[in-house]
């Protein structure tokens, strides 16, 4: 499933829907947040996060790093495993956050606050309107 099929599959907008990405920053895992809508901008997110080489870590190596989620379902809480949370800026000024909970058929809706609190994420600005998503 796209998240855009998630979104659409909850009746809500692709900017409303959070995924999660997970990347590799030079030595580090990091999550990264972003609406279902949107997509990665890397040379934003490799200056944000100060890194040198920034790549999308391997499916392989997700089913190693959260082996109870459903890939492409992870939900946007990297502090539980000991990783670092970023949120796009687009996200963050949503009043909510909806995001799958580990699963393709699991979702949870809560204010951003709220998950701002529990996830302690660092806030930037790295993505951009898809442009399939806008059509």
């Not at 990264?32 to 490799?46: E, F, G, K, Q, T």
């Not at 989620?69 to 949503?94: E, H, K, S």
């Not at 204010?111 to 998503?133: M, N, Q, T």
Request: net charge neutral; hydrophobic share 45%.
């Amino acid at each position: 499933f796209t998240a855009q099929e998630v979104a659409h599959s909850l009746h809500i907008s692709g900017k409303r829907l959070a995924k999660t990405v997970i990347v590799s920053a030079d030595d580090r895992i990091v999550m990264v947040v972003l609406p279902a809508s949107h997509r990665l901008i890397m040379n934003d997110l490799r200056s944000a996060l100060e890194a040198r080489r920034l790549e999308m870590l391997p499916e392989g190596e997700l089913a190693k790093v959260f082996p109870e989620c459903d890939l492409g379902a992870l939900p946007p809480f990297g502090n539980l495993y000991g990783i670092g949370v970023w949120v796009d800026r687009t996200i963050a000024d949503q009043g909510e956050i909806v995001f799958n909970a580990g699963t393709h058929v699991d979702a949870v809706r809560m204010k951003y606050h709220d998950y701002a609190g529990l996830a302690k994420p660092r806030v930037g600005r790295f993505s951009e309107i898809w442009a399939s998503a806008a059509a």
